[in-house]
């Protein structure tokens, strides 16, 4: 098992920044790739970024640019340093982590807020 404990949204203005924390512990010696996940009101979960072991990172096109994640092996965390956000990224956001294998582990999700 993998436990994911995430931190750092909030509320902010169009325009600021926030960063997001993601700490992985249990069973974490197989996993993969790390990355976010956003989910607003009435709409299916999308991914918004994801990063491998190796530092190779993929992001959603609407946030590239913007946001940028990166991962502390040693410290078994991922990080979503997100600049110049928009009242559309308003989401509750999850921290994934996946196996080679597939199996995907999901942390409890954190409100980002951007409004004005």
């Known amino acids: 098992q993998v436990q994911l404990v995430e931190s750092g949204g909030g509320l902010v203005q169009p325009g600021g920044s926030l960063r997001l924390s993601c700490a992985a512990s249990?069973?974490?010696?197989?996993?993969?790739?790390m990355g976010w996940y956003r989910q607003a009101p009435g709409n299916e979960r999308e991914l918004v970024a994801i990063?491998?072991?190796?530092?190779?990172?993929n992001y959603q096109d609407s946030v590239k640019g913007r946001f940028t994640i990166s991962r502390d092996n040693a410290q078994n965390t991922v990080y979503l340093q997100m600049n110049s956000l928009k009242v559309e990224d308003t989401a509750v956001y999850y921290c994934n982590a996946r196996r080679r294998t597939g199996m995907a582990y999901w942390g409890q999700g954190t409100q980002v807020t951007v409004s004005s």
């Open positions: 249990g069973s974490i010696s197989s996993i993969y790739t």
């Open positions: 990063v491998t072991g190796g530092g190779i990172t």
